[in-house]
């Protein structure tokens, strides 16, 4: 079992990474000091539901705790307002009160809607996220808690804290390859942006984190909360140091708001997005930066991850909904660079022509 720590003075909690947490949770909880007497909700997905719902269950149970739960859709459409009203819903028919913490048990699409609703319902109630995918390292840590727009991705949203994160590694043995890729880009950006060997290590591990072998899981996930938790607990709301975060979500983001939030996966979109932020890294003379796009480049491909934005997406369309972009600033964009492995930059000073053409190149990439 690993321990992190997220310092945020009185928000501040704690990590736990490892196997079998589903059954600790219970009494996990209670040492939280969480109340028996008002009922929890767990939201979780039909998919997670089905491998993972009755351990969590059933560990809660046993510890004293009411509990309902709520299972949504699978999938980045479930992130709405309309998925948000209806979980309100089920909160108030099973007597939610104040004191009542939803348990967000999932991927980061859960953590998103559940922690959302966390935030929102009768102005603000805890929540503890309990998650399920790579990916997931990032979403449950850090307190962005969010729904979509048609127009816009998370742009709906707060900054709410969990009381506590509970990361059953053992719940990874379950994840369709797909998503195990994806995840991994997520996990590779942390390296990217804040530290250089956990990218050597993550080079020389790609096998068998494809692979899911336990020990390199733990020790990846490990990494790469810790640089989530050391960005957060600098910038919680993202004033400046934060947004290095968003290496490749802004023509991530626009893509997957393009595609209707049902092609490409964030992880995948955001693949593509890291390898448009090494080309525009280059535009702008950095002397490392054809090193980060290379090795950008081929460490996502080894994981099997496409680079290339598909051909039929409009390029206009892409633009434009980069505009929404919660980073840019008076109309003007702001990108994350990368002039060399390890360390990233923001930059102000974007001229839209550059990234249209580089959305031009990003497909024929390959
Ligand atoms: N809040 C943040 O800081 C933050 C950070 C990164 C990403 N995000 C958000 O996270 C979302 C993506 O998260 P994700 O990639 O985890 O996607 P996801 O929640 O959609 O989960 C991926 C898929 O895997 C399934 N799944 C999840 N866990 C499983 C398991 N253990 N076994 C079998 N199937 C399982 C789900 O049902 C789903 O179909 C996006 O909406 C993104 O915007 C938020
Ligand atoms: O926690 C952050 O800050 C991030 O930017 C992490 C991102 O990986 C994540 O996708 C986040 O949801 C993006 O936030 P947004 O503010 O760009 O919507
Ligand atoms: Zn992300």
Known sequence: MKLLNVDLGERSYVIHIGAGLLQEAGRLFAEKGIPHRSPLMIVTDRHVA?????????????????????????????????????????????????????????????????????????????????????????SS??????????????????????????????????????????GLAELLKEGLIWNREFVHWFDEHAEALLALDADALREALYQGCKVKAHVVSQDEREGGLRAILNLGHTIGHALEAVAGYNELLHGEA??????????????????EAETVYRETKRLLQKLGLSVSIPAHYDTEAIMSAMMHDKKFKEGKMVFVVSPEIGRVEIRSDIQPDWVREIIEQLKRED
């Open 270 to 287: 955001i693949a593509i997005g890291m390898v448009g932020a090494a080309k525009l890294s280059i535009r702008l003379g950095y002397p």
């Open 141 to 182: 840590v850090g307190g962005k808690v969010a729904v979509n727009h048609a127009l816009a991705k998370n742009i709906i949203g707060a900054f709410h804290q969990p009381l506590m994160v509970l990361y059953d590694t053992s719940t990874l043995s379950t994840l369709p390859e797909r998503e195990v890729r994806a």
């Open 50 to 138: 089905k491998h993972h719902l009755a351990p969590l269950r059933q560990s809660l149970e046993a510890a004293g705790y009411r509990v309902c739960e709520a299972v949504v859709e699978p999938g980045e459409k479930t992130k709405s307002l309309d998925m948000l009203n209806s979980l309100v819903a089920t909160a108030l028919e099973n007597g939610l009160d104040r004191h009542s913490t939803i348990v967000a048990l999932g991927g980061g699409v859960v953590g998103d809607l559940a922690g959302f609703l966390a935030a929102s319902y009768m102005r603000g109630i805890p929540f503890v996220q309990v998650p399920t995918t790579i990916l997931a390292h990032d």
